[in-house]
């Protein structure tokens, strides 16, 4: 006979899954008293899933549509979202059109969403004694002795309970298993070198006079050796890079000492969230003109929300973002710091730590144990300061009083897969808006549509004009590749000029940058008699060539396959390498420039966590001469020894199909000229381009953004683009050609009549076909006078929802993207 139960309570519940609303479960009464908003809880979703979610709302009122399953545990004690957080995933569902579910999934780390397809394995450096466990506990791990992994699944199975939760978040908590997923990140522990006198020295103050007197003749060794002296007045232990800082000398010199026997190094884990003594920065005072910019960046926060800072590279950005912090820190609140790259953090953490203490840095790279350590301190309000890229705008702040944008401009804010598609700096600012925050947005080179709504009053707008310390601005040059290839003045698309200027720059013993945005060794292989090129066999496009693997790889799916022995239409064997990668930059450097060390930085080089930071102090302690990379080399970085900027095809920034080429080219050039020169040294910048009399040339030399910015104001306005529209892209994706078409169309015939002249397409991508889906794209141009974007929305999804009422479109895919730019 059927048992019918009455509750007291139910509750809607956030499942990490694309659902387009949320689902309700009936609230047990030995439940009721741990229930609250924003505590996880454990649900049954389906047949036999289980999963982890999120309590979104508590009712009273049961579901219409079907009978309630109760949940089966509450995970935690304390809510781990909070409400402003979950008013905040609405507005991202709502505005970029996707669901809860979608931002669950990009905001919560891997440990707060286990569901039973979720596997688990045994930390091997965990201690505990198993003795100290509880029985469920000590099951558990009994079976992770006995096996490589156990599923949620098979948990369940061993313990014979309806539920499971508190014994595996005991054992995650005790770093006794792992989530198997943070086991295959590439994740390595924090690790600094420090340098110490060799223990036979350290303890016999004779012996170190028989040291002075052995490096007398040599006086790099001997500031090197009167440096750590000084350094280890308060720890014997010297960080590398801060003994080589301090000596200004390179590495070379140290391992002369070590060879001696008069100096050893260890390599050591240090914290990642380590907290320094608040000490100020030695000599930093701000320049007249930063005095003033901050005042007035403070008297229009007196009336605004948000300002645009404007500032040259090298003008000092980073000293007034200093001084607003410290007044948040002053008032006890929270300050999210955003960067585009992760890149960024590793010189800017070692900088503000010295001066702001407690810092904590936030981004996709760190595992999930990590990023739920950090979670936790941020919702406690125990860290203040949060340095991050931009899936830290989804971490649980108290007391938001500060965000900082820097370099507002760059691409790699905007999420493009998978859902939520969001634009970082837009959320960001409604991020601070629920708080009363202040937003700061910072750039050299401001995108086109912040600089619009800071003309337009709606941002204040701020300018530093002047390079801090009164550096020089670098010296420009455009180097003509029409003229070098007519004379034949260019090898491996470094033309004679160039190669000069780079041998002169390494004569004096300083470092050369040199930009090239396309990774592998070569973009592709073509045979020499009728011109085959191996493509994907899942994607439209050619492979490319990676010669450190030797193997031909899709940069879009990820496919790879060996390098064929002759060419697959004719059978020649007369296969050929066309265009430069940096992979091969790199090794046609080494022939060029024998006596100079060379470095790489690119995607195939920084894959690790810590690929970025190697790379970055390896360059930073003269490891390296010259640095070749993609425009990760571009972001923000710092190093005082580089004086030549070398930039090795403009053409392939400006010709491409995209409204924004011009405003990115524009962009990443003079960002790459802000790495000539730092620091009271003249820099020179060569950018190799096919017409040095382009327009995109006059701007960059003359650096007048405003003529700029009016110019792209003025072809915008003629074509409908941002900031006089939005813009809503529509990526219709099936595996057969002809459903896409069709699929394509119908969208679009919907949409073509109710905003006639507002949606272009259908039409083929670039790319027409990527991992076997092939696409097509839709796109709406909303005027900006346009209010009613709720319903543009609404009659986009019934397009989309149409589709699913025929057959033939069950398998299609709808790719939906607000703010497509």
């Known amino acids: 006979m059927e048992t019918f139960h009455t509750y007291n309570y139910f509750v809607q519940v956030i499942l990490p899954l694309a659902l387009p609303k949320t689902y309700t479960y009936a609230v047990p009464a030995h439940l009721e008293e741990m229930i609250q908003t924003g505590v996880r809880v454990e649900v049954q979703f389906g047949r036999q899933k289980l999963y982890t979610a999120i309590v979104h709302t508590i009712t009273q009122q049961a579901p219409v549509e079907y009978a309630a399953k109760e949940i089966l545990s509450v995970v935690d004690e304390q809510p781990i979202v909070t409400q402003p957080q979950l008013d905040f995933w609405q507005w991202i569902a709502t505005y970029y059109m996707c669901t809860l579910g979608d931002v669950m999934q990009a905001a919560l780390p891997a440990y707060f969403k286990l569901d039973s397809e979720t596997f688990f394995v045994k930390n091997p450096d965990n201690e505990t004694d198993i003795l100290e466990l509880t029985d469920d506990e000590y099951m558990i791990a009994e079976a992770l002795n006995h096996q490589e992994q156990i599923s949620l699944k098979d948990i369940f199975d061993i313990l014979q309970k309806k539920t499971v939760s508190k014994p595996v978040k005991s054992l995650l ?25 060799e223990p036979g020295i350290r303890s016999q103050d004779p012996r170190l006079k028989e040291v002075f007197d052995i490096v007398a003749k040599y006086p790099n060794q001997e500031r090197l050796l009167l440096a750590y002296l000084e350094l280890s007045k308060k720890n014997k232990s010297v960080r590398r890079t801060e003994l080589l800082k301090k000596a200004g000398v390179t590495a070379e010199v140290l391992k002369s000492l070590i060879k001696k026997e008069i100096f050893v190094t260890e390599e050591k884990i240090v914290d990642r969230i380590s907290v320094t003594e608040m000490e100020e920065l030695s000599h930093y005072e701000l320049s007249a003109e930063q005095k003033d910019t901050l005042s007035d960046i403070k008297k229009h926060y007196e009336e605004k929300e948000v300002v645009l800072l404007h500032g040259i590279t090298s003008s000092g950005k980073t000293l007034l973002y200093i001084d607003l912090i410290k007044e948040q820190i002053a008032q006890g609140k929270q300050v999210l710091y955003l960067l585009p790259e992760i890149a960024l953090t590793a010189q800017l953490v070692q900088r503000l730590e010295k001066i702001l203490g407690n810092i904590a840095v936030y981004h996709s790279k760190f595992n999930n144990a990590e990023r739920v350590e950090i979670w936790n301190k941020v919702l406690k309000n125990e860290t203040k300061i949060i340095l ?86 670098p010296e420009i040059l455009f180097v003509s590749l029409t003229e070098a290839n007519k004379k034949k003045e260019i090898t491996s698309g470094i033309t004679y000029i160039l190669r000069d200027e780079i041998q002169h720059t390494l004569d004096k013993k300083e470092q050369v940058i040199l930009f090239q945005n396309r990774r592998g060794y070569a973009p592709y292989i ?68 024998p006596a100079a060390k060379i470095g790489r930085m690119d995607y195939d080089t920084v894959r690790s966590k810590h690929g970025h930071n190697k790379i970055i102090e390896a360059f930073e302690e003269g490891e390296f001469d010259i640095l070749v990379g993609t425009q990760m080399v571009t972001k923000g970085l710092d190093f005082t020894n580089v004086s030549l900027v070398g930039v090795l095809n403009a053409d392939a920034l400006l010709f491409y199909p995209d409204f924004r080429a011009m405003e990115r080219a524009y962009q990443l050039l003079l960002q790459v000229s802000g790495r000539a020169g730092r620091r009271e040294k003249r820099g020179k910048v060569m950018i190799q381009i096919g017409n040095v009399h382009h327009v995109i040339a006059n701007y960059i030399l003359e650096g007048n953004y405003e003529d700029f910015y009016q110019a792209q104001l003025q072809e915008r306005k003629q074509f409908h683009y941002p900031p006089y529209s939005r813009l809503i892209q529509l990526t219709v994706k099936h595996k057969d050609i002809k459903t896409t078409i069709e699929a394509a169309n119908k969208v679009a015939d919907y949409l073509h009549t109710k905003y006639s002249g507002w949606v272009v397409g259908p039409n083929a991508p670039i790319i027409q076909k990527i991992n076997n889906y092939y696409l097509r794209d839709i796109l709406v141009k909303i005027p900006i006078s346009y209010k009613e974007l709720n319903r543009i929305k609404f009659d986009i999804q019934q397009a989309i929802n149409g589709l699913y009422q025929f057959q033939s479109f069950k398998q299609i895919r709808v790719v939906v993207d607000v703010d497509c730019y």
């Open 388 to 473: 991050g890229a931009r899936s830290s705008v989804f971490l649980p702040f108290q007391e938001l009083g500060l965000v900082i944008i820097d370099e507002e401009h760059d691409s790699s804010y905007k999420q493009y897969d998978p859902a939520p598609r969001y634009q970082c700096r837009d959320a960001a600012i409604y991020l601070a808006r629920q708080f009363n925050a202040k937003v700061l947005l910072g750039s050299a080179t401001p995108s086109i549509e912040s600089y619009a709504n800071a003309k337009a009053g709606k941002y204040g707008l701020v300018k530093l004009i002047t390079r801090y310390g009164e550096v020089q601005t």
């Open 173 to 197: 908590s005790k770093r006794i298993m792992y989530v198997k997923e943070t086991l295959h990140e590439k994740y390595t522990p924090k690790t600094e070198v420090f340098v110490e006198l």
């Open 526 to 593: 073509a045979c020499g008699n009728c011109n085959w090129i191996p493509q994907c066999k899942n994607c439209d496009v050619s492979l490319t060539y990676h010669k450190f693997t030797n193997d031909l790889r899709c940069h879009y799916c990820g496919y790879t396959q060996a390098v064929m022995p002759a060419c697959g239409a004719c059978g020649s064997h007369e296969l050929q390498q066309k265009g430069l990668g940096t992979e091969r930059i790199e090794e046609d450097l080494k022939t060029m420039f």
